[in-house]
Structure formats: C-alpha cells, structure tokens
C-alpha cells in the first residue's frame, strides 16, 4: 500500500501532506507534555517494530504470503496520537533511507496509513472492546478485527487517491500523467489483496500480539481501556449521556431525510438501466458530466446485472405507500433500524465470546 | 520491500525473512561506508543536498515530458558516479526491484489507455497504444528517477545529518528526535531479529508445513515485541540516568562554508 513517487500529481501529494499537518501538529503537541515520561523511548521502539514487522512475510491460509503493518498493535497499545507519530516515522524511515513510497507520497501514505489507520482501529477497537476486563477474549478479538478494519479503510484510501489521477491530470492528448486507472480498476485491485492478504496478516498479528500481552504485560494494554474503566466508576453518568445525545442526533437526522426528495437531478454514477432512454434524465447526466453524453444506450453489463436483485424498499419509495414523504422516512428508519440491530447483535455475539 | 525477495518453497518462509533482514543490514552498512569515502557529495553540506535532492523529485513529479524526468535521472546517475557509489550496486539492487514492482504496475497501461494504435500482438485481443506507452514510460521513469535521487543522498550522507537537516523544513524538534532513535533502534533490531530468525534456522529440521511456518512467524513476533518493549524501559531508565528532563539538545551545528 506504500504509494511510490510519480504515482500521484504533485497538487495532490501537497493536498495530502495538507491533510496531515494538523493531525501531526496535535499529535506532536500531546507527546511534547508528555516528553519526560517513558513515552518518547515508547515511540520510537514501537515505531521501530513496526518497520521491523514490515518485513515478516506470514504464510497466510491459501498458499500466500502478506505482511502486517502494526497499525492495530500500536494503536491499542500506544492509543491514536502516539501511534500516529509512530507508524510515521516508520513511513518516512522508509520512504528516505529505504526508498519503500515515494518522498512526495509520505503526506499521502501517513495519511492512509498512519493517521486514518489509526484512528479507524481506536473508533473500531473501543466500539467492540466495549468495557470488557482487559484480560477477555473480546479484546483480542476487537484488536484484530479492528486492524483488518484500519488496513482496509486505508487501502481504499489509497485506492481512490489512484484512482482520480486519471480524471484530474492529463495532458492536452488525453494521455494520464500519473496513476493511469480510473476508479473502476483501482478499487478491486487494492481490494481483492487487502480485503483477503493483508488485511488477514494485520487481523493474526494485532489479535495475536494483544493475547500475548494480556499474558506477560497486561499493564500496557490500559492506555486504550483506560477511559472504559473510568466510565464504569463514574457510574452511567457521562457515558449515557454522550450516548443519549447521540440517540438525540439520529433521531433528527430521521425526521429530515425526507428533505433528500427536494434534490434535483440524479446522483452521479448511480443511474439504472432505464435512466439511459430517458432523454430528461440523459441531459441530467451530460449536464453533471463536464456536457459528454451519456451512451445511446445503457452499457449491456449494467443492464444485465441489474436484475440481479430488487430491492425491497427500491428508490427508498416502497411502492405500497402511497405518501413519498412518508415512504422515504419509512426506508430511513429501517435502514438506520438494521444498522442498529446488526451492531446490538455483534456486541452480544462479543459479550458472549468475553465471557 | 526494498531487497525483498519473493519466493516459495517448504521452509522458505524463515530464509526469506532472514534474506530480507540481511538486505536492509546490508544497505545500512553501505550507505554509512560510502557517506565517509571521498567524494563530490560527501563534502557538501547536508542541507545542501536535502534541498537540492526535494527540487529534483519536485521537478520530475511536476513535467509532463519524458525527456526532462530522463535528464533529472541521468543528473543523480552522474552525481552516484562522481560520489563513488558503485553503479552496479545501484543497477542490480534498487533499480531493479523497482523496475519489476513498478514495471507490474505499469504494464497494464500500455494496454489498457485509449489512443492510436502501435503495435497489436498476434494472437491476443490487446493493442499498445502510444498514450498508453507514454503513461507507462512516465510512471516508471518517475519512480525510478526518484530512487536513485534518494539513494544518492542516504548513501552520501551519515543518517543523523540527513534527520538533521530536516530542520531546515521547520520539522519540530522532537519529530526529528524521534527519527533518530527509532533510526538507531532499527538497525538494533534488525540484528536482533537477523539473530533470532538464524538461531532458529539453525533448530529447524526437514520441512515446515505451512501452520508451524505461520506459528514461528507470529512468535517472533511477540518475541521481538517483548524486547522492544523490555529494550525501551532500559533506554528510558538510561535517558533518566544521563538527566534526561524532556529538552532536547542536538549537537553539531552546520555551517556552510565556501570550497
């Protein structure tokens, strides 16, 4: 996932370093208060794992091999602004002395990789970990899920980055100055390897690693479950309430969605079949699309593929209710209804799997 | 990776890995040999070449022309010559694993871009188009140009001085007090990590199935992980010791100075 030099414009590699710099600027501030604790000597030797860890190629289930980054590990043990520093500085070690990504793609690659990944595994770890003890199975499986989580959300990163250089920065002959495959080839090319391989060897390194130290050094894995314990002394108190406001915040968002109807036009990209021979929805197209018409007719792949499945709640207006308001306010609260349901059930599965 | 090699085999999982550790040693250890032999690079002052080596990468990301991303890559071949670094190490290991990495990556382009028509091979449904070569050629000679130009630098600089020129970029101090220790502690841990992996080698008998493989590797690393771990309390304690209060001091100022 290490982008190279020449793979991005340079407007979008300073974009990207742009992107970084206040993550890097807060990141920097909390270790400078905490400079004369352990956590400097911390940094640098996890980051230094990390590079290490690059280079232990795992035999994967199914005859490949695929090497960890370390997000996951770091960022539960070191919490989301400490390993963001860490796995950078490992980025940039290895994009200056060991030519691996490219010197202008630093910003880009801490970004995917250090920031992002960070961030994803805190969001992901502390949403499964919950305020299970830190000795429970559920963690170990939080972490590793959580650094399959990271490697992904970055690797798709990284996959759109590629992917609009083709849109965005050719020459006066139409011939791509950078990254040549549109999104419809960089998508499944970083995902088919990081959704199997890599994200398979950040998943056994972070769950594995986590149930070593529960073992030998439990006392490392506080910082990130720290906040969880102070939850349950102060009672339901702050947690509850930061949930409630949350709660407040869906609900709103539900009773407004039925302002979506009021958008003109089609989204970009999300046409059906029959969208192609309607000459009003055609004009909808070329006008989104830079004036190029859209093709006579629809392309034979999506017109074959869209039998494939109907939906249920198709054009969140399910055709036995009569009101759209009332239809789209309806899909909302069942999609929102699901999501909820699916995520109840997942930390029941975890509960269980902690006990 | 750099220096990796990818290869199959029963048991290989352990060779490869120890491959890959040496290949890294081994470009360390060049480039801190190389940064003190004489040559034009190595006597100009670090900020110098940091500079000039972001202009040139700058300049080869930004043209649209192939020839000028060529003239920049022959520029870092000429200043490798002029600073004794041996071509031919700079040929067989960097170029060519970025030949091949970025070689892969671009190949599909030549194919896949739409334009005229070069050259179609028999008995295939594909066609070379010239954007298509044009594209492929840029990403290619972009990443290699960039190699080159940074393998220049680490193997003509001592590391430190390359971190501590970052200063010049208004890096924080403490990013590049970081750079260093953990630049100090690879080079540690890749011995520490070439040691372990040897040591097992040298306990394995026959042929490892694919499970044993995976269960070594994830044991090492908890293995290395313990020692980090052990290692940075160890350095804290010394950091303490020496009077450490969390200022930072970095020692040789640069002075540019007139040849």
């Known amino acids: 996932m290490h982008i190279p030099d020449g793979y991005l414009s340079p407007s979008s590699c300073a974009a990207l370093y742009a992107g970084s710099a206040p993550f890097w600027y807060i990141a920097l501030g909390r270790v400078k208060k905490a400079l004369h604790t352990r956590l400097v000597p911390l940094i640098s030797l996890f980051s230094a794992f990390c590079f290490l860890i690059m280079m232990f190629n795992l ?15 770091a960022t539960v043990v070191l919490g989301p602004w400490a390993a963001m520093l860490a796995v950078s ?4 070690i290895q994009a200056l002395f060991f030519g691996d990504g490219g010197i202008t793609a630093i910003g880009a690659n801490c970004f995917n990789m250090a920031i992002v990944g960070s961030l994803v595994t805190y969001v992901c770890y502390r949403a499964m970990a919950g305020r299970s003890p830190i000795a429970s199975f559920r963690r170990v499986v939080a972490a590793g899920l959580a650094g399959y989580m990271a490697i992904n959300v970055s690797a798709l990163l990284a996959a759109i980055e590629f992917g609009i250089q083709p849109l965005l920065f050719r020459d006066a002959l139409g011939t791509p100055l950078y990254c040549p495959y549109p999104l419809s080839v960089s998508i499944p090319a970083m995902m088919i390897g990081h959704l199997t391989i890599a994200g398979m060897a950040e998943l056994i390194v972070s769950a594995g690693l986590v149930a070593l130290l529960q073992q030998s050094d439990p006392s490392l894995l506080k910082a990130t479950a720290g906040a969880a314990t102070a939850l349950r002394e102060t009672g339901t108190g702050t947690g509850t309430r930061r949930l409630q406001s949350l709660w407040a915040g869906l609900c709103t968002l539900m009773i407004l969605t039925p302002l979506g109807i009021l958008a003109v036009g089609t989204a970009w990209g999300e046409w059906v079949a029959s969208d192609f021979s309607n000459p009003a929805i055609r004009q909808q197209i070329a006008g989104a699309s830079l004036q190029e018409a859209a093709p006579e007719h629809a392309p034979k792949g999506l017109e074959q593929l869209s039998h494939v499945w109907t939906a249920p709640f198709s054009h969140y207006a399910p055709p036995y209710i009569r009101s759209a308001t009332f239809g789209y306010f309806l899909s909302a609260m069942f999609g929102a209804g699901l999501i909820i349901l699916a995520c109840v059930s997942m930390g029941q599965f975890m509960r269980g799997l902690g006990q | 990776m750099t220096g990796h090699h990818h290869g199959r085999g029963r048991g290989g999982f352990i060779e490869h890995t120890i491959e890959g550790l040496h290949a890294a040693m081994d470009q360390a250890l060049y480039a801190e040999h190389n940064a003190s032999a004489g040559g034009l690079l190595q006597r100009l002052d670090p900020r110098v070449k940091v500079a000039a080596l972001f202009a040139f990468i700058l300049v080869s990301a930004v043209t649209a022309k ?3 991303v060529a003239a920049v890559l022959l520029v870092a071949i000429i200043l490798a010559a002029l600073s004794s670094i041996s071509l031919w190490v700079l040929a067989t290991r960097f170029w060519l694993t970025t030949l091949t990495l ?28 010239a954007p298509g070569l044009r594209t492929a050629g840029l990403l290619v000679l972009r990443a290699e140009t960039a190699a080159a130009l940074a393998l220049v630098l680490v193997f003509t600089t001592p590391w430190p001085h390359v971190l501590k020129a970052l200063r010049m970029f208004r890096v924080p101090v403490v990013f590049v007090v970081i750079l260093g220790m953990t630049c100090r502690y690879i080079l540690l841990m890749l011995e520490t990590a070439h040691e372990m992996f040897e040591s097992r080698k040298s306990r394995t008998v026959g042929a490892l199935t694919r499970g044993e493989q995976r269960r070594i590797a994830i044991l090492s690393t908890g293995v290395l992980l313990s020692r980090t771990l052990q290692l940075s309390n160890e350095v804290y ?23």
């Open chain 2, 237 to 259: 304690l010394a950091m303490q010791a020496r009077g450490f209060r969390g200022e930072v001091f970095i020692l040789d100022d640069f002075r540019a100075k007139g040849r």
């Open chain 1, 89 to 92: 500085v490992a980025l940039v």
């Open chain 2, 66 to 68: 192939l020839w000028v």
């Open chain 1, 59 to 73: 035999p994967l289930p199914g005859g490949t091999t695929g090497h960890a980054v370390g997000i996951g590990l």
């Open chain 2, 102 to 129: 970025s070689g892969a990556l671009a190949l599909p382009a030549v194919f896949l871009t739409p334009g005229t028509v070069i050259y179609r091979l028999p008995g295939l449904e594909l066609a070379a188009t």
